[in-house]
C-alpha cells in the first residue's frame, strides 16, 4: 500500500500570509533582529522579497569565495536599456536570510516579479518609485531620514521595542501613497502573496513560513488579499533578460537613491553587533577620521579623538538617543577635529562613512556577455597575465619591448599574428571608453611616433564592476565602446570634441562610429567660433593622416575635412589675434597657431593646396596688421619666414615698424620674441634683423627698457649654447661694420667678442 501523502495544513483565512517580518533594506538593526528571529521560528522556507526570475542563481549567498558586497544585474539582452540592480550587503537582511535558510538546508525562494519584467516596467517609465516610503515618516520629526531611522530603531537592542517599533512604521506605510505607479506596487504585492501561497500549498505551515520584505509591503501580504492569478501572472510584460551576479563596491551603493548613504558607517554598526555592542562605533568611526586627516599631514593627537567621542555622546544624550548617530558623529568631528569648520573634516567623514570595500564573486559564477567577450578578447591577444589583481604595469608588445608596434610584422606565417599588436591596440582604446580602469595610454612615448604605443595596465575588483555595470551598452567589447562613442559624440557640441572623437574612434577600429564623428565635425564646423577649437580639430585629424599607413585604413574621407577646417582657421586667426589680449588667451592661441601651421608645413596631409594658400594669406594679415597681437604679430612672420612666404622686404618693413621708436617697448619686445620662437636658423642669418634690434635697444629709454627686459630675455632664454655663439658672431659684423653675416672662420678681437657677450649676459635667464 504506498504511503500517504502529507496532509496540507488548514489554511487560515485572515491575518499575514505566514510569519511576515518587514525590514528596511541595508539596515543592520533590521538583519540583528532577523537572526533572532531565525532562530525562535525556526522556518521551514524563507522567502525574499527579490527577483523571482534568480531563483536559480543563489548559490553565491553561501559560497566560500563570495564577499559582499554583491549584487544581482540583469540587463535586456542586446545592451538595449538601462539594467536594474539589486545590492547585497553583509547586513543586509534579505543576505543574512538567504544565508541562514541556505546554511540549514531550508527552502529559499525570492518572491517578487521577475527582473525581466521590472525592466519592462522602467522602459515604460514606470518601476521603482522615485522616493523612499521612509521620507514620509521621517518628516513628521522634521529630521532627515537617516537621523530619524538610527534614532527610532538602529540603536534599538530590545526585541519587544524594536518590534513594536516596525510594527507602527508598518501600519504607517499601510496608508502611505507611492510616488510608483499604483499598479506596479499593487502588480508587485499580488505576485508576492500568489508566490507565498504556492510555497503554502507544497506543504509548509504558515507558521514555519517565514517572510522578509520591505516594511512598506509587510501589511499587504495577508491572507484576506486576493493573490495574483495565474493568468494575470503569463501576461506580465518581460523583455529578454537574465539576473546574473556581479562584484559590487560600498561607493556603488551609496551613490544609489535606493541604497545606504553610509555603508561604510554601517558596516562598523554590525561588526559591533556581531562583538555584542555598539558602545565602541563612535571611537572607531572618529578614530577612523583622524587617521584620515593624519595621512594628509593634519595631525590629530588622542586626547581630540577622546573628546570628539565624548562630545558625541553627549548630543546623543540630550537628543534622547541611545547611542550617537551619524549627525552626531559628524558635528563633534566638526567641533574637535575640524576647529569649527565642518569644511575642514567633511570629506573625510563621508570617506569613512561610505568607506572603500569591494566585493569579490567566485570565477565559477555566470557571466554577462560583455564580460565573457572580455575574457574571450584577453585571452585572443595575449593579454591575461594583465587580468590578475595588481599595480599597473607596461603592457609589452609581441617584441617583447614595453610598448606596442603597430606596424605589420614580417616574417610570420598568419595575418592574426602580423596585426597582434595593432589589434591589442585598438582593443585597449576600446577599454578606455568603457572606462574601466584597466589600461591608460602613455602618452609620451605616442607623441614620438605613430607607430609606437606604450600602455599601463592592471585589474583591480573596481574594474569587475566596471565591466558588469557596462553590460547594459552592449554584448561585446566593440559594440560596448561603439556605444560609448556614439553617446560622447551626441553630448558633443564643439568641433573639438568632435575631432577628437573621430580620432579615438579611428584609433579603436571602429569605422562607421569614425564617419559619424567625421560628420559630427564638418557640421560643426560651419559654425564654430573659436580659433583654438578649429586648431584642436585640425590636429586631431593630421594625427589620424599621420598614423594612416600604420593604422591600414583610408584618409580620403578626411581631405575634405582638412579642407573645411583650415578654411574656418583662415577666417578665424586673424580676429583671435586681435582678441588675445590676456595670457591665458595668448597662450591658447600660440598653441593652435603651431597646431595649424605644423599641419600646413606638411604638404602630404591631404589638406587642399588652395586652403593651405588661404591660410597662409591670414597669416600675412597677422604678420603685417597693426592691430594684431605683437607676439602673435611676431610668432606668424617666423612661420612664414620658413616656408619662403614672406618676401625679404616685407619683413625688413615689419621689422622696422614693430621695433620703431613711437612703439611700446613692451609689445615690441614681445614681437621680438614671438618671432624668435620659430626657424631661428633663418633668422640667425639675417643681419639686417640684429642691427634693427641693436638700434631700437640703444634708443630706449630706462624704464622703457625695464618693460621690455622680460620679454627679452624669455626670448634669449630659448636659445642654446651654439646659437648664442652665433649671435655673438653676427652682432659683432654689425657692429664692426661688415654688414653681412660673417664666414666661419672670420675672425673677431677677443675684445670685440668679450663686449657683445657682456651685453647678451644680461638678457639670458640662467637655468
Sequence with gaps: ???????????????????????????????????????????????????SDANGRLEPFVHGETRPPVALFSVPKGGSGAPVVYPYLA??????????????GRLVRFIDVPSSTLLAWLSEAKGSPRRDPLDAAAGVDGDDQETWWERGFEHLDDPEAFDGAMASLEEGLAGYESDAPEEVTATREAYMRRAIRAVIEEGHEPSKVLVVCGASHARALRWE??????????????????????????????????????????????EGRLRGGSRTVASRFLSAVAGLLRAEGKVRSSAEVIEAVRLAEALAALSGASAPTLRDLLDAATACLGGGSREEVERFVRAVAVGDRVGSLPSVGHQTPLQADFAKQLDALDLTAWRRDGEPRPVQGVTGKPWLDLRPRAGVLSEEAALKDLRRSA????????????????????????????????????????????????????????????????????VREAARLARQARECDLLDAAQEACDRVQALAVDEGSFASVADA????????????????????????????????????????????????????????EKVERVAALEDLGADPSAVSRWDEALRQVALGDSSNASLSGVACAMLTARGKLPEALLDEALTRRLSPGTDAQQAAGYFEGLLSQNRDALLARPRLWDTLSGWIEALEPRAFLRALVPLRRAF??????????????????????????????????????SVGALLEGLVLEP
Aim: with cysteine; hydrophobic share 40%; charged share 25%.
Design 225 to 270: 488579499l486576493p493573490p495574483m492569478k495565474d493568468g494575470d501572472a503569463r501576461r506580465l510584460p518581460k523583455v529578454d533578460a537574465e539576473p546574473t551576479w556581479m562584484p559590487y563596491s560600498l561607493a556603488r551603493v551609496a551613490a544609489r537613491a535606493d541604497g545606504a548613504p553610509a555603508p561604510g558607517y554601517q558596516s562598523l554598526l554590525w
Design 427 to 494: 582593443f585597449l582604446h576600446r577599454t578606455v571608453h568603457l572606462r574601466l580602469g584597466f589600461a591608460v595610454p602613455v602618452e609620451s612615448v605616442r607623441d614620438q611616433n605613430t607607430f609606437k604605443e606604450a600602455w599601463r595596465a592592471g585589474w583591480s575588483a573596481e574594474c569587475e564592476v566596471r565591466l558588469a555595470e557596462r553590460a547594459e551598452d552592449g554584448e561585446s567589447v566593440e559594440a560596448a565602446a561603439r556605444r560609448a562613442l556614439r553617446r560622447a559624440l551626441a553630448a558633443c557640441h564643439n
Design 91 to 104: 547586513w543586509s537582511p534579505e543576505w543574512v536570510a538567504a544565508r541562514w535558510g541556505l546554511e540549514n
Design 538 to 593: 585640425v590636429d586631431e585629424l593630421a594625427t589620424l593622416v599621420r598614423a594612416r599607413d600604420v593604422r591600414q585604413t583610408s584618409v580620403e574621407p578626411l581631405r575634405p575635412l582638412l579642407t573645411q577646417l583650415f578654411l574656418r582657421a583662415s577666417l578665424l586667426l586673424p580676429t583671435a589675434s586681435r582678441c588675445a589680449d590676456d595670457e591665458a588667451t595668448l597662450g591658447a592661441s600660440l598653441k593652435a597657431l
Design 1 to 51: 500500500m504506498p504511503p500517504k501523502a502529507p496532509r496540507r495544513p488548514k489554511k487560515p483565512t485572515e491575518g499575514p500570509l505566514g510569519r511576515v517580518f518587514g525590514v528596511r533594506h541595508h539596515s543592520p538593526a533590521s538583519s540583528w533582529h532577523l537572526r533572532r528571529v531565525l532562530a525562535a521560528v525556526d522556518p521551514s522556507a524563507v522567502l525574499i522579497e527579490g527577483p
Design 717 to 754: 632664454a630659448k636659445l642654446n649654447r651654439d646659437e648664442l655663439h652665433r649671435v655673438q658672431q653676427v652682432l659683432a659684423g654689425v657692429w664692426s661694420g661688415v654688414g653681412e653675416t660673417p664666414e666661419e672662420d672670420t675672425a673677431y678681437t677677443p675684445e670685440e667678442l668679450a
